[in-house]
């Protein structure tokens, strides 16, 4: 009589793959997992350009592709991906109503936008980083500044080029009757929800209003890494927004910063 051999066991859950459609928030996965990247660009040549850079490297995975913004958010409705490359100019959506979309919805909570954008398209990026991106980078990047972009993002660190942010931040605050009849959805009201920000949060929301990472805020306020965004996820809540860019902005319209200070 032939022997068959009994079926080997199922996989345990953690070896089993992911399912595309599973209802996970990025947040959920731990970090020693690869960072799940959506690629958004209405030209088929950059989006290869970015996959390969991206699937070169063994801590990112490339999950999806989508050629324009409405495509961006379903996929990320679909994928969960940790972080979103989003083109700015494309047909449909553009990438700032998608950042918005994907920024307001409590389903992807976890998932990040960062910008894709080239120096022309400033007051874009203005848009995209008030309809809740997590950042910005320009699309002539080298890969290791595109590498290590998405793992901040990733992390929560939405000031990719602090100095570059902040000189964009301060261009379009000075030109508020730009942002008035540009159609960009507007923060909440300059100051809102600051007069219950503790003495200390106050503190953190000017340093981070400076351009200063987490690491220098807790440097030059003797405080942990930890304590530091600890304060900044508690300065988010009270003030109804969702990443630190948008901090800096309202740090900007409330004048506790003045551009070139």
Known sequence: MTHVPAPPPPPPP???????????????????????????????TIRLGLRMILDNEPDITVVGEAADGAQGVRM???????????DVRMPHLNGIDAAAQISGD?????????????????????????AGAAGFLLKDADPE???????????????LDPGVTRRIIERYVELSDWHAGSGVASAPRAGAGLELATPREREVLLAVARGLSNK??????????????????????????????????????????????
């Open 76 to 86: 990320a409705h679909a994928l969960r991906p940790d972080v979103v490359l989003m």
């Open 216 to 261: 220098e805020v807790g440097d030059e306020l003797f405080l942990s890494e930890a304590t530091v965004k600890s304060h900044v996820r508690s300065l988010l809540t009270k003030v109804g927004l969702t990443n630190r860019v948008q901090l800096v902005i309202l740090a900007y319209e409330a004048e506790l910063v003045r551009p070139g200070r």
């Open 106 to 130: 409590p389903e992807l909570a976890g998932v990040r936008t960062l910008v894709l954008t080239t120096f022309d398209d400033d007051e874009y990026v203005y848009g995209a980083l008030r």
């Open 14 to 44: 953690s070896a089993r793959p992911e399912r595309a459609l599973g209802h996970v928030v990025a947040e959920s996965r731990p970090f020693g997992e690869p960072v799940r990247v959506v690629v958004v660009d209405d030209q088929a």
């Open 145 to 159: 500044a595109l590498v290590t972009a998405v793992h901040r993002v990733r992390a929560g660190d939405s000031l």
